[in-house]
């Protein structure tokens, strides 16, 4: 029960800071996790509000602390991680040299359709020189192309504390050497058939 006006103190514990607040026992939960996000940071769509072992935050936003029997001096704690703008901002960088490195693989998909075509017979003879010095240079900037987006991975600081973004980076690093030892074999297949 809280105070004669309708209010209510509360502890709010996170990370193993303990805080008094005061509350009215008509805030609803969504008014409640707002301003718990302004205090820890923590965004309410990925808080966990545990009052006497219940997670509240899985109620309906809209009922009262008073509907959800949160007494005067009762401790809620508040789980969840704070947004680390650094981190999420590191790992929207690799997710667009990701979308880039997609966009290199499909130019060098064509390579591959081009000279597929080429060893199928669909071009003259006369004109397969021609063609094969073309796709040699579109395959070198491709690879030129995947080694720059490799390098601006390198170059991304990436903190201990963040292994999600850790382990992106690294799937990311992966795929784009698996797509550069591609183009080095289509370039010795090339090279082989020029001879």
Not at 31 to 38: A, H, P, R, Y
Not at 132 to 146: D, F, M, P, T
Request: hydrophobic residues 40%; contains cysteine.
């Amino acid at each position: 029960m809280g105070s004669a006006d309708g209010s209510l103190t509360l502890v709010i514990q996170h990370m193993g800071k303990k805080e008094l607040v005061t509350f009215q026992t008509s805030t609803t939960l969504r008014e409640f996790q707002q301003k718990v996000e302004e205090m820890t940071k923590v965004p309410a769509s990925v808080q966990k509000v545990v009052h006497r072992g219940r997670d509240l935050a899985r109620n309906d936003p809209d009922i009262t602390l008073d509907d959800c029997r949160v007494r005067h001096k009762d401790i809620l704690m508040i789980l969840g991680r704070p947004e680390d703008p650094v981190r999420d901002e590191t790992l929207a960088a690799i997710c667009d040299l990701e979308t880039q490195a997609e966009a290199v693989v499909a130019r060098l998909d064509a390579v591959c359709g081009d000279m597929d075509g080429m060893k199928k017979g669909f071009l003259p003879a006369a004109l397969q020189s021609e063609t094969r010095g073309r796709l040699e240079r579109r395959l070198a900037a491709v690879s030129e192309e995947l080694m720059r987006l490799l390098e601006r991975l390198d170059a991304l600081s990436v903190q201990q504390s963040a292994p999600e973004v850790r382990r992106k980076r690294k799937a990311v690093v992966t795929a784009i050497s698996t797509q550069m030892d591609r183009a080095d074999a289509v370039r010795a297949a090339l090279a082989e058939r020029g001879s």
